[in-house]
């Protein structure tokens, strides 16, 4: 959809911007190369093996300056900035037209909107052995939680009356949801606290090179990876082919590279529960010239 260019509204006021409801976060490994094609040349890779540590960050929240909205972001993979690290976006996508205006003019994220088409499946339940009964009554059935119910959330990106179908994204219900199967003595894990820096910005709506943070708390819990599915990663002779016949667009590319950092290798999936996310505003670390 086309955001009009208006200025952001006036409930999200002034920075730290407050956050809360619950998230799903898978690292994967992300090719070296594919990274490198969303990220500034002025920056270096944290790189091992040709691979850097990408992958998603999926969030329902239940209140924020702009509502109850969903969330992705796409984290291409991780940039050097001593004396840390931060990450990069790849893609962001929300279904809320004043999320994106905001992501897009004040953090300078790549933002678009996108439906977020939530289905819930019901899973048979398994017979439990005595000790995994006896844990579970006291809430620590298996390191895994054992879901009743899985959510397929299908993501349509949406530009104008174009739609583009990005992903379906399969995970365990709980993640989105007490409602949905987490029981009430279930073990969320670890209430913790965490910064997340990141760097955004050089877009067409925000071309300076940014750098902002997101202090987290939460309840944490590792969980089974999600499975994804959507356009695989055409392979070379049909790239030649392609490349032979037309070109593709900018916008293009970076659909498929985004598809792909999705569909990349799970390393670990985290669920967070509880959450409660301030982002700080973004500092200006050089002007576009």
Not at 64 to 90: K, M, R, Y
Request: proline share 6%; glycine share 6%.
């Amino acid at each position: 959809m086309d955001v009009a260019e208006t200025k952001p509204s006036s409930r999200y006021g002034k920075p730290p911007w407050i956050f809360k409801g619950r998230a799903f976060y898978q690292l994967n490994l992300v090719k070296a190369e594919l990274a490198r094609a969303f990220i500034p040349e002025e920056f270096r890779l944290v790189e091992a093996f040709g691979y850097t540590l990408g992958g998603f960050f999926l969030a329902s929240y239940d209140e924020s300056p702009a509502g109850v909205f969903d969330e992705l972001v796409v984290i291409a993979g991780i940039v050097w900035n001593p004396p840390t690290s931060c990450a990069w976006a790849a893609r962001v996508l929300v279904n809320s037209d004043e999320a994106c205006i905001h992501g897009r003019k004040d953090v300078g994220l790549p933002s678009q909107v996108a439906r977020f088409s939530k289905r819930i499946t019901a899973v048979p339940r398994k017979r439990q052995n005595i000790v995994d009964s006896l844990l579970s009554i006291i809430g620590m059935g298996h390191t895994f939680y054992t879901p009743k119910a899985f959510i397929g959330i299908e993501l349509t990106e949406t530009e104008g009356p174009a739609l583009t179908e990005i992903c379906k994204i399969n995970l365990m219900a709980s993640e989105f949801g007490h409602e949905h199967g987490l029981k009430f003595n279930e073990w969320m894990g670890p209430a913790i606290r965490m910064c997340l820096p990141s760097f955004s910005g050089r877009t067409e709506y925000n071309p300076n090179l940014l750098k902002y943070s997101c202090q987290i708390e939460c309840r944490v819990r590792a969980v089974q990876p999600a499975r994804v599915t959507g356009q695989s990663q055409p392979t070379e002779e049909t790239d030649k082919d392609q490349s032979a016949t037309e070109e593709l667009s900018v916008h293009g590319r970076n659909l498929r590279n985004t598809i792909a950092v999705m569909l990349s290798k799970p390393v670990l999936a985290l669920e967070f529960n509880c959450l409660q996310m301030q982002v700080e505003a973004p500092i200006v670390v050089s002007q576009y010239t």
